[in-house]
Every structure is written in C-alpha cells, then in structure tokens.
C-alpha cells in the first residue's frame, strides 16, 4: 500500500520549484546584463585609448542621440571616464544581486532538505 502523500511537503516542493524558476531567471537576465555593460565598457576602453593618442585641440565630437556636437578634448575625455564609472558601479551592483540570489536559492534548497529530512525522522519514529 502507497504512503499517504504529505501535504505540506508537496506544497513546500511546489513552492521551492517555482522560486527556482523564477531565481533562475532572474540570474540569467543579471548575467546578459552583466555582459551588455561588460561589452559598453570594453567600447569605452577602446575609444579611451584612441582618444589619448590625439595631439591636444584637435576638433573630436561627442554623440547626442542621433547627433554629433563638437565637444573639448579635455570634456569628451572626462565623460568616458564617468560613463566608465556609471558602468563598473552598476556592473558591481547586478553582481552583488546575483549573488544574494543565489544565496537565497541555495538557502530554500537546504531548508526543504531539512523539511524532508525531519519528516523521514518522524515517519521512522513512528514506525518504531
């Protein structure tokens, strides 16, 4: 004869499988955001790196939307160095999401673990 199924178990299952799904797309979202800033970053890296190697006055312009402006050297260089620092807190903050993520996923696997684990003590005691 079949074991009665225990209820509470099962919807703490269905609980925990549904807040992995949900976890698990939100981490998968933190990382292809991650990877689209890493790429801005590595646009700015280059573009820093071909701006140095311009001799002081020459005329560069600065993208606005769909429009260029003549924009100082000296001002351009300045704005790449705050977009790159926009980029890396921004970069650090989805990590530090990410990982309180997965924290919080591996804490409700353990938790069910222990759910189960004390069930199979009670149902063993009982049997005794």
């Known amino acids: 004869m079949a074991k009665p199924v ?10 925990l499988q549904v807040k992995m799904v949900e976890t698990s797309k939100k981490i998968k979202d933190i990382d292809t ?33 769909r429009m260029f402006l003549l924009t100082d050297l000296d001002e351009v260089k300045s704005n790449l160095k ?19 993520l997965e924290k ?12 189960v684990q004390q069930r199979k003590e009670q149902s063993d005691t009982k049997a005794n």
């Open 6 to 15: 225990d209820l509470e178990l099962k919807k703490a299952f269905f609980e």
């Open 33 to 65: 955001q991650i990877s689209v800033l890493k790429r801005y970053m590595q646009h700015v890296d280059i573009t820093q790196h071909e701006i140095s190697t311009l001799p002081p006055g020459t005329k560069t312009y600065e993208s606005v939307g």
């Open 82 to 100: 705050n977009r790159e620092s926009q980029l890396t807190s921004r970069t650090k903050e989805l990590e530090g999401t990410k990982h309180y």
């Open 104 to 115: 919080n996923l591996k804490e409700s696997e353990d938790n069910i673990r222990e759910m």
